[in-house]
């Protein structure tokens, strides 16, 4: 993690480390270091990405392609260089509200979908998100959900599909999120 963070602060010489100060007290990265740019505004959290792929690698849940965390740090390094002028529609490509990848048979677990969860989504609207996992739970075709991380769910159906999953989550967070950037 510190390479990374070398890498990127040689890479955009005008980002430097701050702790953050989130108006969510609970925030998992609230008095921690992220880097930032500009007026510091715009907290980048270095930290969140390697992290999950890390885990998810681990566990076996998900291979990350060989060219992940590159690929990472270049859009992170570009962010940074922006300073806190960041394109609207560049971070709402970057960061869709949903995206759902489905991981395939398990030999105990049968078929499951891996649904991540913005950041945002997850942090500022963790009770929206708590009855959703009960919600979704009592649909037909649903057999189990699990939460592996905060933006991270597991669900093992063995007959919803990716795209249908990640229709009924994106209309439920839209449902009951007010102003919610759409999908």
């Given at each position: 993690?510190?390479?990374?963070?070398?890498?990127?602060?040689?890479?955009?010489?005008?980002?430097?480390?701050?702790?953050?100060?989130?108006?969510?007290?609970?925030?998992?990265?609230?008095?921690?270091?992220?880097?930032?740019?500009?007026?510091?505004e715009?907290?980048?959290?270095?930290?969140?990405?390697?992290?999950?792929?890390?885990?998810?690698?681990l566990?076996?849940?998900?291979?990350?392609?060989?060219?992940?965390?590159?690929?990472?740090?270049?859009?992170?390094?570009?962010?940074?260089?922006?300073?806190?002028?960041?394109?609207?529609?560049?971070?709402?490509?970057?960061?869709?509200?949903?995206?759902?990848?489905d991981?395939?048979?398990?030999?105990?677990?049968?078929?499951?979908?891996?649904?991540?969860?913005?950041?945002d989504?997850?942090?500022?609207?963790?009770?929206?998100?708590?009855?959703?996992?009960?919600?979704?739970?009592q649909e037909?075709?649903?057999?189990?959900?699990?939460?592996?991380?905060?933006?991270?769910?597991?669900?093992?159906?063995?007959?919803?599909?990716?795209?249908?999953?990640?229709?009924?989550?994106?209309?439920?967070?839209?449902?009951?999120?007010?102003?919610?950037?759409?999908?």
């Open positions: 993690m510190s390479y990374l963070g070398d890498v990127v602060q040689h890479r955009a010489p005008g980002a430097r480390w701050e702790i953050a100060h989130h108006r969510i007290k609970r925030y998992h990265l609230n008095k921690h270091p992220v880097l930032v740019s500009g007026t510091g715009d907290h980048h959290f270095l930290p969140d990405l390697p992290r999950a792929r890390a885990h998810g690698n566990t076996g849940f998900r291979e990350s392609p060989d060219d992940a965390m590159a690929v990472y740090a270049r859009g992170l390094i570009e962010q940074l260089n922006r300073g806190d002028q960041p394109d609207d529609e560049e971070m709402a490509e970057d960061e869709p509200l949903v995206e759902v990848e991981l395939g048979d398990d030999a105990l677990r049968g078929r499951e979908l891996e649904v991540s969860l913005r950041e989504i997850v942090f500022e609207h963790n009770r929206v998100v708590g009855r959703m996992l009960k919600a979704l739970k037909d075709g649903i057999t189990r959900v699990i939460r592996e991380d905060r933006e991270i769910l597991l669900v093992a159906t063995p007959t919803w599909s990716t795209p249908q999953l990640q229709e009924w989550v994106a209309r439920y967070l839209q449902d009951n999120i007010r102003d919610l950037r759409p999908v």
